[in-house]
């Protein structure tokens, strides 16, 4: 035990405060960014918010039946680079994206694409829960009543009911359904979120911190849940807890100031990591 | 000039309490080093004091000015010789007063001043002399003992900070009552009048009756002119009008409001949404013969193409034009309401792949409806309101239709014949006007009471 503190002491004490501001020079990646079977492959992707140049030549692929989990310090970017995979930073009038995404090998940031089948393609649940003022029920099948994926109420009721299931809200929302989802609470509205997205069964999901509001029983709910959807699709999540990056992914990316410092498998992140930064970050010596 | 200087004096009073109640409340504390002993911050002994020298005193100036002329006036008039004041008019009372006063201040008086005048000058010069001394005396003398009343009161453990803040408190409430008492005041004297109307004629004939002429009789043998107070036509012809200017200005404003706040680029919001507030800032009476000269006159020659008989005083022309009066009230109302819908909404709808139309149309109007339902009824009360455009474009036949084309008129448009002209305060007719502006009043009161409860309901979902 000591002398694992010892390893981590000597290996991060050679870590100047210069590394921990914004003017550090940045030599590329460690590790391998590819995937073994990639569904969407970013290449050199920069984004500015004005002048703020948020993340910066980040190159990263998302593999079939993978979770890659993003982990990192507050700020560094992670939402950013998630935004980017399903353009939702096109809502955004200061964000300006440059560099290459491919969606099954058809780029994504091509500006004649239509992003209305990419975002139907590529779901996403935001870092704050974001419930529309309608019922439960509702918030639930606006996306297949807009795909026109179901055409009868009972299929729909359906529906609904197993997507709240597999989000581990059904026991405590299947008596008020027609009550609004902004009154429900924190915790219940972020998994609320996260039934109202795989209720459009997206191909790649993006989550940003889908447990930060939740405790442990539902995190497990969660975390189970998306052991399942790698059977058939792929995922990538931002989270702020080691342990969780550690159970559900099988690559994790740790991103500092808006690079990708390290990307690799999650145990040899966590246990053999290249750079004194993602050291010092998995054990908890700063972030 | 001398009640400014007094003002001055007493406001210099003040500042000397200030620092006097302040210092005395540190020294009492045993200097700067025992303020933790006192029990508010010393200022508010300060202000304590200061607020003691200055309000009864201040109260008393204003006392003073309110009354002084009244009673020197009330003296000077028994002053006079009985037999010059017993058999004159009222009036004539005042013009001999005011003979008086410009007599004494060197003004020009009406004619030549009698001996009795001139003593009398000689009296209100003498008198307004003793009154303006008078006043300083008082006035500082009151400053003064509140001053110290104020000062020896100060102790260590004297609450001076909830004394000062419930004077405060008293201040902003006597100021707010005064706004509050005003409106009260107008609601009464329209409903009083118009109690005094209804005993003339009966309530249900004026609510139901179907027939408006408010011609009464001037000489008794006069024909044909007994007067008919039945007010459903003016409130259909309101109503009718109304109708069409919301029929112009929600749809027109709501999807200027939708294309501005979702579709137009940032350059062209910024240039477009000022334009549109121009709108509002027409005066109605330009709105007015825009309707009269302007859009009448093209509604009956485009009627008439169309073999329509369209009377050149039409609903249609005055509604229409109010409905353009109003687009940008409800265009910026429903902006601000689009507005005001999060992003993360549009944001969670974005990312399950919803279009921009659907997201609108699903999520932001509905999130918004409850706003855009208060902005809406807030512009009808306004329609119902409005008066210039209808007086001149509406005409005043008072036809009990429902068709555009012709020629109706409002409550408003009525109120105002009933009131312009030369008539008797206490006729029928003119408090007809109050009884009108009583329903008008109600009928707005309602809309706004139910738009504001439905704007606040609004606003508590993303508060
Ligand atoms: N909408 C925006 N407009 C301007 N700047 C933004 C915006 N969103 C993020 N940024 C900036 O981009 C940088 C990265 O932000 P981002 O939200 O991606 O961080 P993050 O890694 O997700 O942090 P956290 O862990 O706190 O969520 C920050 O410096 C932030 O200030
Ligand atoms: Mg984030």
């Known amino acids: ?287 | 000039m001398s009640q400014t200087l007094l003002l001055v004096v007493i406001l210099a009073a003040m500042a000397l309490a200030f620092q006097l109640g302040r210092g005395r409340a540190i020294r009492t504390a045993g200097g700067p080093t025992g303020i933790k002993h006192l029990h508010s911050l010393p200022a508010y002994y300060g202000w304590y004091v200061a607020i003691w020298a200055g309000l009864p005193a201040l109260l008393l100036l204003l006392a003073w000015i309110g009354l002084e002329e009244r009673v020197i006036t009330a003296l000077l008039v028994q002053g006079l010789p009985a037999e010059m004041t017993q058999d004159l008019s009222e009036g004539r009372v005042g013009l001999l007063v005011n003979d008086i006063k410009n007599l004494a201040t060197g003004g020009i008086t009406s004619g030549d001043a009698t001996p009795v005048v001139q003593a009398a000058a000689e009296r209100y010069r003498r008198w307004t002399g003793i009154a303006d001394a008078a006043r300083w005396v008082l006035v500082l003398a009151v400053a003064l003992a509140g001053l110290s009343v104020a000062w020896w009161r100060l102790a260590p453990d004297f609450r001076a900070r909830n004394r000062v803040e419930s004077t405060v408190l008293g201040i902003l409430v006597l100021f707010s009552s005064i706004a509050i008492l005003t409106t009260l005041g107008i609601v009464l004297s329209v409903l009083f009048e118009s109690l005094r109307f209804f005993q003339r004629v009966p309530w249900t004939e004026f609510l139901f009756g179907t027939e408006w002429s408010p011609q009464i009789a001037l000489r008794a043998d006069q024909v044909g002119a007994t007067g008919a107070f039945g007010a459903v036509p003016l409130f259909t012809g309101t109503l009718l009008i109304s109708a069409i200017a919301m029929l112009i200005a929600v749809p027109i404003g709501l999807l200027s409001a939708v294309y501005l706040s979702e579709y137009a680029s940032r350059r062209l919001r910024a240039w477009s949404k000022p334009t549109l507030e121009v709108l509002a800032g027409i005066p109605t009476v330009v709105y007015g013969f825009f309707a009269a000269l302007t859009v009448a006159p093209f509604m009956r020659e485009l009627g008439e193409s169309m073999g329509l008989d369209v009377a050149s005083e039409s609903a249609l022309a005055a509604g229409a034009v109010m409905g353009i009066m109003i687009i940008p009230f409800v265009s910026s109302l429903s902006d601000d309401v689009i507005n005001a819908v999060p992003q993360s909404l549009r944001d969670g709808s974005y990312a399950l792949g919803a279009t921009q139309s659907e997201t609108i149309r699903r999520v932001i109007l509905p999130a918004a409806l409850p706003g855009i339902v208060g902005g809406v009824l807030l512009a009808i009360s306004r329609a119902i309101g409005e008066t210039m455009i209808v007086v001149m474009a509406a005409g005043l036949a008072a036809n009990l239709t429902a068709n555009p084309l012709e020629s109706v008129t409002t409550v408003t448009v009525q109120i105002v014949t009933l009131l312009t002209g030369d008539q008797e305060f206490d006729s029928a007719k003119t408090l007809a006007a109050f009884a009108l502006g009583l329903t008008l009043f109600a009928v707005t009161l309602t809309l706004n009471v139910i738009a504001l409860h439905i704007v606040r309901k609004y606003r508590e979902q993303y508060e």
């Open chain 1, 1 to 287: 035990m000591n002398t694992t503190a010892e390893a981590i002491e000597t290996s991060t004490a050679n870590l100047k405060a210069s590394d921990f501001d914004g003017d550090r020079t940045f030599e590329g990646t460690l590790g391998d960014i590819t995937a073994a079977e990639a569904r969407m492959e970013c290449r050199q992707v920069n984004v500015w918010y004005d002048d703020n140049h948020a993340i910066r030549e980040v190159s990263l692929d998302i593999g079939k039946h993978e979770v890659v989990s993003m982990i990192g310090p507050s700020g560094c970017g992670k939402s950013t680079f998630l935004r980017c995979l399903n353009r939702m930073n096109d809502t955004i009038p200061a964000a300006k994206v440059t560099g290459s995404i491919k969606l099954d090998g058809r780029e994504v940031l091509d500006r004649g694409i239509d992003v209305v089948p990419l975002r139907a393609q590529v779901g996403m649940v935001f870092q704050k829960p974001n419930p529309f003022p309608k019922s439960v029920y509702e918030n639930i099948a606006y996306g297949p009543r807009i795909h026109g994926l179901t055409n009868h109420r009972e299929e729909l009721d359906e529906l609904v009911e197993t997507s709240l299931k597999r989000a581990g809200l059904w026991e405590e929302v299947k008596d008020r359904l027609e009550q609004p989802g902004t009154g429900l609470s924190g915790g219940q509205q972020q998994r609320l979120c996260i039934a109202r997205t795989i209720a459009v069964s997206p191909e790649v999901i993006l989550m940003d911190e889908p447990c930060s509001a939740l405790d442990p029983i539902a995190t497990a709910v969660i975390e189970e849940l998306i052991a399942e959807l790698r059977q058939e699709y792929s995922i990538a999540i931002v989270t702020h807890s080691m342990q969780q990056a550690a159970r559900v992914s099988q690559r994790t990316a740790y991103f500092h100031l808006g690079d990708l410092l390290e990307v690799g498998a999650t145990g040899q992140i966590f246990e053999d990591p290249q750079h004194n930064l993602t050291r010092a970050y998995v054990t908890g010596r700063f972030g």
